[in-house]
Nanobody, 119 residues
Framework: QVQLVESGGGLVQAGGSLRLSCGAS????????MGWFRQAPGKERELVATISGGGGITYYADSVKGRFTVSRVNAEKTVYLQMNSLKPEDTAVYYC????????????WGQGTQVTVSS
């Protein structure tokens, strides 16, 4: 079992940057695929980015490709989402989540952190 806590959200003007962090508990962090999701008001939750246990495989939604970068530091039990060139449509609650490599479902979720992009 792993517990996840997101941080780093806040208010930012369009074109600005934020870095979200997700800290994990436990001793098997490197065995989990990690995902970043977001949910905006009135919209369904969407997958933003994923990263494999060793960090070698990443995926990005088309809407954020080229602007966002997901990374992880397993020794710190932390996954990051660097968000550059933010747009108002990036406004959402961002969640990190963890899944095993043999399951598609994300079993563990953080509480979310609000990202608001103005203008």
């Amino acid at each position: 079992q792993v517990q996840l806590v997101e941080s780093g959200g806040g208010l930012v003007q369009a074109g600005g940057s934020l870095r979200l962090s997700c800290g994990a508990s436990g001793r098997t962090f490197s065995s989990y695929y990690m995902g970043w999701f977001r949910q905006a008001p009135g919209k369904e939750r969407e997958l933003v980015a994923t990263i494999s246990g060793g960090g070698g495989i990443t995926y990005y939604a088309d809407s954020v490709k080229g602007r966002f970068t997901v990374s992880r530091v397993n020794a710190e039990k932390t996954v990051y989402l660097q968000m550059n060139s933010l747009k108002p449509e990036d406004t959402a609650v961002y969640y990190c989540a963890a899944r095993t490599s043999w399951r598609l479902e994300y079993d563990y979720w953080g509480q979310g952190t609000q990202v608001t992009v103005s203008s």
